[in-house]
């Protein structure tokens, strides 16, 4: 339902987005992850037809969204990371709203706004001015609207960012009840959890390129069964880079002042042979964390990142 080929977005010098290639498929989920400023919120506004692409194509249920704009969104529901809401117009009046600029009228605007507030759990609250509303009782309006015109194409952008985890667990519910019924979502999260739990497919975006892709299984299979460590304190980065080069098993991820990260397998058993080996590089450590095996830790490993960095 989405074909993504060849993408590359720049912004004068800037490439956004380089040479991205994928394929989001009905009745799936294919989630989008990378670290703040990789190119999540660019690729969406490329396939939303909100930004035009500086080489390659998108389509839409075959349409491409730049030669055949209008017909590539019709099927097209988007859920920006901000809210598209009027806070001083009603949950009812939004939801109109929405679904009249989609071409709903009449009675079946009517009957589809009550229907959706009461799918987002929002029927007692019809008639009050969004700005009343909490910050997940928004987020909830929010999918509302994405979702009034039936739409067979889904783009959340970090759709439960910030919200409570009741209204978390809604949202995730509604997504979930979408995918059932054939819907493609294409979803983006910072929270692994999320992706882990949701996503059919998943790719990893960082600097602009796709550095990962694959099935759940496929990416954890990337890690392997080494361990990802995380030290902070006081390091000569150089100096921990030359020591750890004769550590049989380290792979050095980063280094700098403050942080050092390393990938070992089952690091628990080899970290007091590895402290002796830093404390010889004049290593200050104060704090020590491993992490297993898992997409966050593959995320860590590609990227050198942690995913609210």
């Known amino acids: 339902m989405i074909e993504v080929e060849g993408l590359q977005k720049q912004f004068g010098d800037l490439v956004a987005v380089r040479d991205a290639s994928f394929v989001a498929h009905p009745g799936k989920i294919f989630g989008l992850l990378g670290p703040n400023g990789a190119g999540k919120s660019t690729t ?12 390659g194509h998108v389509r839409i249920l075959g349409h491409d ?28 009046e939004n939801l109109s709203f929405w679904g009249a600029a989609y071409g709903l009228r009449g009675s079946e605007l009517k009957s589809r ?13 019809a008639v009050e001015p969004v700005k009343n509303f909490s910050g997940g009782m928004q987020r909830r309006l929010n999918y509302g609207c ?10 959340l952008d970090e759709p439960t960012a910030g919200v409570d985890p009741q209204s978390r667990m809604r949202l995730l519910e509604m997504v979930k009840e979408q995918v059932a019924s054939g ?11 999320e992706a882990e739990t949701l996503c059919d497919e998943l790719a990893i975006i960082d600097q602009g390129t796709l550095i990962a ?36 098993g380290v792979e050095v991820l980063q280094a700098d002042e403050a942080t050092l990260r ?48």
Do not use: W
Request: net charge negative.
């Open 183 to 193: 819907a493609c979502v294409l979803y983006t999260t910072h929270y692994m959890e």
């Open 65 to 92: 969204v730049v030669t055949a704009g209008q017909a590539s969104r019709r099927q097209l529901g988007v859920m920006p990371q901000e809210l598209a809401l009027y806070e001083d117009l009603s949950a009812t």
């Open 213 to 248: 892709q694959g099935d759940l299984a496929e990416l954890r299979s990337m890690v392997g069964q080494r361990d990802i460590l995380r030290l902070t304190g006081v390091f000569h980065a150089e100096r921990v880079r030359s020591t750890l080069a004769n550590f049989d």
């Open 44 to 55: 969406i506004g490329c396939i939303s037809g909100l930004l035009q692409p500086t080489a």
């Open 262 to 309: 390393l990938e070992m397998r089952e690091a628990t058993r080899h970290l007091a042979k590895l402290f002796e080996a830093l404390q010889s590089a004049e290593a200050d450590i104060r704090e020590t964390t491993v992490t297993q095996p898992s997409l966050e830790s593959l995320f860590i490993k590609l990227t050198g990142k942690e995913m609210r960095e």
């Open 113 to 125: 706004a009550r229907e959706v507030l009461e799918f987002v759990a929002l029927q007692d609250r």
């Open 146 to 155: 994405a979702i009034m015109h039936r739409p067979r194409v889904l783009l």
